[in-house]
């Protein structure tokens, strides 16, 4: 039996994905993780999260480091997966320097700033500088959510390791349902509301335009605050007062994952109003589609939704099929006004058929074909 350990503290959608992918009878799955991100994937795996093995801490630390060194030695693991480095880059790159049997992938979430990150004569920025140069080293193998994205990382960056597409989510809704029309057309704005990925102004003035224009819809902003950014918007909402549109939002710290799938599979469409570019302080820029990915592209492939999105994002493949593209708010705005029953349903079954290409099944057959990973099931034979 192969065994395998998955280390995440951040990311629970893309590490359920993962989990999912890789459960096979022949794989021993092992997963380190902090002990919230524990509890949200326990609830979304559900009772078959007994069949892994967990390993858990409050916050990830060299303790922690050592104990995935300790345990991938002993256990004699065949592949690491790295979903999310963050932080502590030395930590993870002296750990897979130092694991030679053992395959390290590490996933790349924002490709600018990993592979050519920022210098600043901080100690903290020194330090995160060195560990990431180390992990460039000393890694295996990458791993990109977007096709796009590992196209871009090699043409750019040129990494001598080889890169495999790790999707953000898969698909596993019933593709028969479909979420009627009716008389109000749902909105989801999918993830943390926080100044530097989406333009919440553009929200409001969807929610003016369709005011205006007499279309009945409720608009949810399906994620919790972040800074006083966070809260300017989650205020102004709450005061938004429409009698066709309506603004609904969280002041919970955290939306819990039943409430957020809840949401989706009522949902009509992901309104995804993101900015084409990304400007976080002491990070290079990044440009979705293209150097990073959204949570919110594998929302709409995890429950078969159709996708409003800025015409100016570049269209990754995976999503293309199912996207709606607008050039502005106005014309967003009466597509939504004259949405009929038929073009509707029509939306409904192209992103189901798009689903279908990340089903379990499907992502699973992708992976074991680019990686070999059918080599290694016998590398290690159970005693």
Known sequence: MAKF????????????????ILDKEEIQLAIFTTSKMEFVLKEMLGDSSSRYLWNTCKK?????????????????????FL??????????GVLCGLLRNTKSILTIHNANSFFSPKFQFRSRSIIQFLGKKSLKL???????????????????????????????????TVLTNKTQKESAIVLLVCGGIDEFRRDYNRVFEL????????TTCEIVLLGSATGQYGKDIIMRSLNWVGSFVSLKVYTSHFVSTSEYEMQLKQCHFIFHPLNRIIHVPDRQPEEYGISSSSGSFFDAIRFAKPILLPSEIQ??????????????????????????????????????KNSLNFTVGAVRKRLWATMDLKSCMDVYPEN
């Open 5 to 20: 350990v998955i280390y995440d503290t951040e990311h629970f959608e893309t590490t359920y994905a993962l989990i999912r």
């Open 60 to 80: 990830s630390n060299l303790w922690f480091a050592v104990k995935l060194y300790h345990y991938c030695s002993i256990q004699k693991v065949s592949h690491l």
């Open 83 to 92: 979903n999310t480095v963050s932080y502590h880059h030395i930590y993870f």
């Open 138 to 172: 000393t890694a295996n193998a990458y791993a990109t959510l977007l096709e796009s994205t590992k196209q871009y990382i090699r043409e750019k960056y040129k990494p001598r390791q080889p890169i495999y597409v790790l999707p953000g989510g898969v698909n596993e």
């Open 207 to 214: 929610a003016y335009e369709l005011e205006q224009r007499r």
């Open 315 to 352: 269209l990754p493949i995976e999503i293309a099929a199912q996207c709606v593209c607008y050039c502005s708010i106005q014309e967003l705005a009466d597509f939504l006004n004259t949405l009929s029953e038929t073009k509707m349903e029509q939306l409904q079954s192209q992103a189901q």
